[in-house]
C-alpha cells in the first residue's frame, strides 16, 4: 500500500535539517524498496491558494493557513501496512525538529490509486 509523509517544519526558524541527512535517509528506503517518490517543496511563501466560490476563482498568495509549520516536502512509501510506513517516517530527518503526518494514499474500487497526470 501506498503512504504519503508529509514533512511540516517551522519555516520561521532555521532548524533546517542537513541536506546530507536527507540524501543519506532517501538512499536508504531506496535501497530497501520502499521508496516510490517525494520531492522537496519550494517555500510556503510563494505558494498560491485557489478557491472557486461562486462560479469565480480566488487566488490568495501564500500557504493556505497561517501556522508556524508547512509542508515542506513529501515522500512516499510503498509499504506492507500503517506501522511499517511509521516506523519509515520515523527516520525522516525533519522528523527531530517538525512532524511529520502519514497518511495512506487512496485506493480506487478497482485497486489502482488516483493519479494526477
Not at 87 to 92: F, L, Q, S
Request: glycine share 6%; with cysteine.
Amino acid at each position: 500500500m501506498l503512504y504519503t509523509a508529509f514533512i511540516w517544519t517551522d519555516v520561521s526558524s532555521q532548524a533546517d535539517v542537513e541536506l546530507a541527512d536527507y540524501d543519506t535517509f532517501t538512499t536508504t528506503a531506496v535501497e530497501a524498496g520502499v521508496m516510490a517518490g517525494g520531492h522537496e517543496l519550494h517555500s510556503p511563501d510563494i505558494a498560491t491558494t485557489i478557491r472557486f466560490r461562486d462560479d469565480e476563482v480566488l487566488m490568495t498568495d501564500g500557504p493556505f493557513v497561517d501556522s508556524k509549520e508547512q509542508i515542506t516536502g513529501y515522500y512516499l512509501f510503498e509499504c506492507a501496512n500503517l506501522d511499517e510506513a511509521i516506523a519509515w517516517a520515523a527516520k525522516i530527518p525533519g522528523a527531530r525538529h517538525g512532524a511529520i503526518e502519514v497518511r495512506p494514499v487512496q485506493e480506487r474500487s478497482d485497486g489502482s490509486t488516483e493519479s494526477a497526470q
